[in-house]
RNA sequence: GCGGAUGUGGCGUAAUUGGUAGCCGCGCCAGACUUAGGAUCUGGUGCCUCACGGCGUGGGGGUUCGAGUCCCUCCAUCCGCACCA
């Protein structure tokens, strides 16, 4: 009988179905392991052969760790709201559920044939109500909460109400949005609105007039992680800065503690570092300089308040520089200057983001006509604006010293501002010093010290004044969480008097509702506008933003512990039980957004006690990307000629995409080309000297418009589930970016024949011996074990595959096929390869499925050389072999080496000056 | 510009602790079987050289009995951030 993998495949993937082979529950008897992966959007492509590559990896791991005696976790669902269903609704009139459902069919029945250990009982998709009724429920919880900075967490609203009655806010040390303080009478006499618009500057989910990215192409807000560069992340439309009322979450409350937990995660330390700089922490000070009165104008009370990491610099400060958007513009800039102010503020408002970075090299700016006052010298410094200082960071406005920033320096030069040196050490003829090396000159009090010191000295200084203090600022900004959009979770919102209130918990699901199509309004309202009916049972108006897309995955790992729960997120039994995700497997495209967010959110939940771990993912791994590997064909110019790629240089060709499934190891298979597209069906071709058409390639990404995409689906049907799953770890590091070149898969393939043999005769009749092994066999199979054990706990699966293949290669040149071997080798391989795994484990007469044995223990025993094979190398260059006895002495090997007639050869006239032996390794005889 | 990673045959890669560089597979070459081969099996295959031998892990330098591995320096590629005050 031969290896006929589609049958064996399709047997066994209904048994594990219909057995529920992978279906878990908490066990108390057993220790438990939580194998996540990054759950797909599944779009309407289907997937390439690059997306299960983590699955595959994290596949094995699970089913390893099972036979390891582990109660394995590992689910799979489906991200299912987002923008391109939605645009694709748009496009059809289809509702963006329906291509949702449908392509998520398609995933599945995808992913079925690839054979995965998951318990499907679990499956969760974001858009479903039962599922994001908890999304809503957590944003209410958010909404009902504040940072208390003293406690350093999370609590209840209600609380700060309490202390606002007794003793106002001034006592409070929160993260919150810029309030004013107040005492309890003036809270106390505040009328509800008041003290509603007072509560959104420290709830957790807040609304907030701000800049944001706005998208007009997408009709919607985005998060700064879903813009690069100036466009939309989906889609590539310019992005623009637009002041909007949105809903916000304030991860800033929990920057510090974001930075302090990446320590003790098992993350690359790549990853580790995006996070951080997109934390962006830096220490510096916070100082505020008073503004002098102008002629004309009214006295201003109001501060310009900037953050420095370089407060000892202070004396060099010669002017300030506000953001174009910042509120003290148009309060400071004089009569005389008010026409060319806001030219200057209306230009730098029209620009978009992608603008505004294009230009980022062009120096702009426009003095307001007004002075500060230096803080210290009391002199007066030039107020001006510009757009080198950004509005979204720090206070929006900066002290400028440009004798040590090269920004200010270059700004100092292009309008003739004084330039000021503070530090010695550099030449400010030059350019800007900007170094921490070197002592503080020409700045009163600090002169004479070193950097540090003069930062710590003046931070006391401005302390003691009142006028500044130390601070801590991060880059990192609050996740804008509304989208002006249709397809996604509905907010538990509603208003009342214009202000925010959420419904009560017993309400939840708010679903989305029906609406006749899916754009905005005439009045550019949100699709959301068109609903019915989209008011409270009192009629109040409901929100009529969504959520965006990385609300949904959020918080997925804990809803899998328990995902039919109707009454709570998760059950604490089942949260106490599963604690959080031990090894995560996904791409690097996450870092800044979802791996931020759900570390805020999980920190949020574990805050207020809903789950009992602080960080979700313990281990996280980045699979690398799989490239498509593209064929070129080349076209001599204005013909239907084509030339074979080692001839093309004779001729002016076009090189031209050919679909990579009609190509083999780079021959080209004219007929199939000639079908391929009508235009080719007369073209000629000049072959090579072996008749032979010869095509280009390249590496590119893995994409329709380069006919190089290659399906699972393909690859399953021509060679098997097993085999796709065995060559996809073996193309490499599972961490590294590599080609898919389906040329390779022979091999894996063949390897699978060679299995399928040892266990048959020649006539292809099932055959084991029972038969005592020998001691090599013990050895082969021993080695084995223990390194592949020990591959699949780094995760180095590419050469755990490789060690498959010496093992096989080995017993079948000694016809092994004995049972007491054989059986060891199919549990060890059914990780990799579980449908061949399964079968011929039944076909041993085994009643129960392969991942229910328990993983072999390797004998150190068998393992043993009682003959060591030493290199012998003359000053480490390596010319002959000697055996000794493993438990030889050095010095009767030295010996014994000398006296070898070979060796004395290649001594020849030379002086042995020293002979080194390692035990069990090397002899190096140096001459 | 800053930060991170990676550079090994024609290709994907291996060498876990400083100890035989190139395991495993693809491709290629030769042979066997065959009416046939996109089947199977056997052998070969880093480069230069008829050979002896020499050279080889991006380049240069260093430490060491011994370096793909450690140190210095330069180069290339990829990824992230980028007026972040």
Redesign the pocket.
């Known amino acids: 009988m031969d290896y006929n993998f589609t049958k064996i495949e399709k047997k066994w993937q209904k048994y594990w179905d219909e057995n529920q082979t992978f279906k878990v529950d908490t066990d108390n008897t057993k220790p438990k392991y939580y194998v996540l992966d990054m759950f797909p959007y599944p779009s309407g492509a289907g997937l390439h052969v690059g997306h299960p590559l983590g699955y595959i990896a994290s596949d094995i791991y699970s089913r390893f760790k099972r036979l390891c005696g582990f109660n394995v976790l590992h689910p799979m669902g489906y991200d299912a709201f987002g923008l391109p269903a939605e645009q694709y609704a748009i496009q059809t009139g289809q509702h963006p559920a329906i291509t949702t459902n449908e392509n998520i069919r398609r995933y599945r029945n995808q992913l079925n044939k690839i054979g995965f250990s998951y318990d499907w009982d679990r499956e969760v998709k974001t858009c479903d109500p039962g599922y994001y009724k908890w999304t809503q429920w957590t944003f209410i919880r958010m909404f009902k909460h504040w940072y208390n900075n003293k406690t350093n967490k999370a609590e209840p609203i209600g609380d700060l109400i309490k202390i606002f009655e007794k003793e106002g806010n001034k006592n409070v040390d929160a993260a919150s949005s810029d309030v004013k303080t107040f005492s309890a009478e003036e809270w106390n006499s505040m009328s509800e609105k008041q003290q509603q618009e007072i509560l959104l500057c420290y709830r957790l989910a807040y609304l907030a007039d701000t800049m944001v990215n706005w998208c007009p192409a997408l009709g919607t807000v985005l998060a700064n992680d879903e813009v ?1 560069d100036g466009v939309s992340l989906r889609g590539g439309h310019p992005v623009e800065q637009k002041q909007m009322r949105q809903w916000l979450l304030r991860v800033t409350a929990y920057a510090e503690r974001l930075l302090e937990g990446l320590e003790k995660l098992e993350w690359s ?2 990853l580790k ?2 996070q951080r ?2 934390i ?1 922490r ?1 220490e ?1 000070a916070s100082i505020r300089f008073g503004i002098l009165p102008s002629e004309g104008k009214e006295k201003i009370d109001e501060k310009i308040e900037v ?4 407060p000892d610099t202070i004396f060099g400060a010669t002017y300030m520089v506000l ?1 174009p958007e910042h509120p003290l513009v148009d309060k400071v800039t004089t009569a005389e200057y008010k026409d060319a102010v806001s030219d200057y503020v209306q230009e730098t408002g029209k620009k978009t983001e992608r603008e ?2 294009a ?2 090299k062009s120096i702009s700016g426009q003095f307001t006509g007004a002075y500060a006052r230096h803080p210290f010298s009391e002199d007066p410094l030039p107020i001006w604006i510009s ?4 509005a979204g ?2 206070t ?1 406005a ?1 002290m400028a010293v440009p004798a040590h ?1 090269s ?1 200010d320096y270059d700004f100092a030069k292009h309008f003739d501002l004084p330039i000021k040196e503070v530090i010695s050490g550099g030449d400010i003829s030059e350019g800007s010093y900007d170094s921490l090396e070197g002592k503080v000159i020409n700045s009163d009090f600090l002169n004479g010290m070193p950097v540090r010191k003069a930062i710590e000295t003046v931070i006391k200084e401005f302390e003691k004044k009142g006028t500044g203090e130390g601070k801590v ?1 991060y ?1 990192l900004r609050d996740a804008i969480f509304s989208r002006q959009r249709y397809w996604g979770e509905p907010f538990p919102v509603y208003y009342k008097d214009d202000m925010p209130y959420v419904l009560e918990e017993n309400k939840l699901p708010l679903v989305l509702p029906e609406v006749d199509a899916y754009l905005p309004t005439e009045k550019g309202e949100p699709p959301l506008a068109r609903a019915k009916n989209w008011v409270t049972e009192d009629g109040h108006p409901l929100e009529l933003s969504t959520m965006p897309g990385f609300a949904g995955s959020s918080a997925y790992y804990i809803r899998y512990m328990d995902p039919h729960n109707e009454n709570k997120l998760v059950s604490e039994e089942a949260n106490r039980y599963w604690k959080n995700v031990d090894l995560y497997i996904g791409g ?1 495209e996450h ?2 957004g979802h791996l931020i967010y759900s570390r805020f959110w999980n920190k949020f939940l574990y805050d207020t006690g809903v789950v009992c771990m602080e960080e979700p993912f313990n281990k996280l791994i980045n699979q690398g990307m799989i490239q498509g590997r593209s064929n070129f064909v080349y076209r001599i110019k204005n013909s239907n000629k084509f030339v074979s790629y080692n001839l093309k240089d004779k001729h002016d060709v076009t090189p031209i995409h050919v679909d990579v499934n009609i190509v ?2 780079d021959i080209l ?1 004219i007929e199939a080309f000639r079908k391929w597209n009508p235009e080719y069906e007369d073209a000629e071709f000049i072959t090579e000297d072996d008749g032979k058409y010869h095509c280009g390639y390249a590496i590119e990404k893995m994409s329709k418009s380069m006919y190089n995409v290659v399906t699972p689906d393909d690859i399953i049907d021509q060679y098997g589930a097993d085999t796709l799953r065995m060559y996809e770890m ?4 599972l961490e ?4 898919w ?1 389906t ?2 898969i ?3 393939h ?2 699978f ?2 299995v399928w043999k040892l266990f048959h005769d020649e006539k292809g009749r099932f055959s084991l011996s029972s038969e005592k092994p020998s001691p090599e066999e013990l050895k082969i199979l021993n080695k084995t074990i223990k ?1 592949v054990r ?2 699949i706990e780094r995760f ?1 699966f ?2 755990s ?2 060690a498959f ?2 093992c096989v ?1 080995q017993l079948s ?1 000694l016809k092994c096929n004995k049972s007491k071997i054989l059986e060891d080798l199919l549990i060890i391989l059914s990780p990799f390869a579980p449908h061949i795994a399964e079968e011929l484990w039944e076909m041993c007469g085994k009643k129960e499925s392969i991942a229910n044995a328990a993983y072999p223990e390797y004998n150190p025993e068998y393992i043993k050389d009682d003959e060591i ?1 030493y ?1 012998i ?1 003359f ?4 010319k002959l ?1 000697l055996e000794f006895p493993a438990d030889m002495e050095p010095s009767e090997i030295e010996e014994s080496v000398l006296n070898d007639e070979n060796v004395k050869k290649h001594i020849g006239e030379k002086k042995v000056r ?1 002979v ?1 032996v ?1 035990p069990n ?2 002899v ?1 005889i ?1 001459i």
């Open positions: 690069k330390d790549s570092e995006i700089n997109w962006g830096s510096g953050f420095t990491t370089r953001a505004r970075l230009e980022a757009d080198y200082v950004l960071y720090g929006g900066i920033d920004r600022n880059r690097t870092a800044t083999q190891n298979d073996f193309l490499g590091p590294h970016a590599k080609p070149d040329n390779g022979d091999g894996v063949k390897f024949r060679k390194k020990d591959d180095s590419n050469t595959v490789s293949m010496i290669n040149s094979k290199p190398t000053n480490g260059k390596m072999t020293k080194i390692v390794k090397i190096n140096v």
